[in-house]
C-alpha cells in the first residue's frame, strides 16, 4: 500500500510513517520543516503549508490512503485542526483518492453507556469546559470529513501517553471505548493503520482506548 501522512512530524504521525514503513508500505511524508527519518520506501514532500490543496495533490498522486495526525499542539492552536482538514479534503478530492483517517479525541464524541460515574458526571464534563475551543474545533473537523463525501474514518482517542507500542488496545466502531481513560501514542498509530482495511469503520468514528 502507498500511503501520504500528513501531519508526519508530530508525535503520532511520526509513528504513523514509521509502523507503515516497518510493514512494508510505501509512504509519502508530508512536512512544513526539516525531516530526520530516511527509508528507502519514504518520500519526503515539503510544503509552505497545510493552506493550499494544489500544493497538496502532488503528494497524494498514486496513493492508496492518507492519514491525518493533525492537530493543535498547544490552547493556541484553536482553528489549525478544521483549517487544515478542509484544505486537505480538497486535496484529496482534486487527487482522487478516496480513503481517509485522521485522529481528533475521545470528549468529542458522545460518554458511552457503562461509563464510570466520575468519569460520566465529573472528568469528561471538566474537561470538555477546559477545552472546549480546541474540541469545537474538532468537532468542525468531524463535519467537514462526515460531509466530504470521502471514505473516512475517524479514530477519537483518551488521553494520549508515551508508550512502547503493544498492540493490545480496545476498538468501538461508532462510539467511544468505555471506562477507556489513556493509551499510548504508538497503539493510536497502530489503530489508524488497523482501519484503513476494515471496510465496517468506513463513515465511522471509531473510539481506541488501552
Known sequence: MRLTVFGATGRIGQLVVQQALDA??????????????????????HVPGLTDPAALVPALKGSDAAISGVGARSRKDVTVASSTTRVILR????????????????????????????????????????LRPIYDDMAAMEADIRASGLD????????????PLTGRYRLAIGANVPRGNTIGRADVAHAMLAVLADPATIGQPVGVAS
Open 152 to 163: 473516512w474514518t475517524v479514530v477519537r482517542p483518551p488521553r494520549l501517553l508515551d508508550k
Open 91 to 130: 486535496a484529496l478530492q482534486e487527487a482522487g483518492v478516496r480513503r481517509f483517517v485522521a485522529v481528533t479525541a475521545a470528549p468529542v464524541g458522545p460518554t458511552p453507556p457503562g461509563e464510570s460515574f466520575v468519569t460520566r458526571a465529573i472528568a469528561m464534563p471538566l474537561l470538555r469546559r477546559l
Open 24 to 45: 512494508g508500505d510505501e509512504v509519502v511524508a508530508v512536512v512544513r520543516s526539516q525531516y530526520e527519518m530516511s527509508h528507502p520506501s519514504l518520500e519526503v514532500v
